[in-house]
């Protein structure tokens, strides 16, 4: 398995891997590569044999009042077919070598109540759960 950049020939395979992820989300069929700020936008991707089997997009935040940068993971997901096979766990593993040479705080995300699996694997390597509750408006 490979932990990498997401590049721009691969934006149609995370896009549908998106789909499959959170399907009851809108999602386009791809994004316009061209619009990404990298300066505060990470996307990875792991593969297996070429093929993309997972995705994170990390935001790098800046809170004033700490004066502290984080990273905020906005997408996390693993194709199906290749959960509970360490996907998830390298990518994480890459993000938090990551925050370490970027003398990033501390990496922060949201995940739903009905992912019990997914959950277990963040407690698993470390991670903690707030207490909050997210809201949004549309």
Request: hydrophobic residues 40%; aromatic residues 14%.
């Amino acid at each position: 398995m490979v932990v990498e950049l997401l590049q721009e020939k691969d934006k149609h395979a995370v896009c549908s891997l998106l789909r499959q992820c959170f399907p009851n989300v809108k999602l386009q069929e791809a994004f316009d590569f061209k619009k990404i700020d990298f300066t505060h936008n990470i996307m990875i991707v792991a593969k297996i044999e070429n093929n993309i089997v997972g995705h994170i997009w990390i935001q790098k935040q800046y809170d004033f009042y700490k004066d502290e940068y984080y990273f905020y993971l906005m997408y996390i997901c693993v194709d199906e077919n290749y959960r509970h096979q360490g996907v998830a766990t390298s990518m994480l593993k890459w993000v938090e070598t990551l925050k370490e040479k970027q003398h990033i705080a501390y990496i922060t995300f949201t995940s739903s109540q009905k992912k019990v699996a997914a959950q277990a694997l963040y407690r698993k390597l470390g991670y903690i759960e707030k207490d909050s509750s997210v809201f949004i408006k549309m």
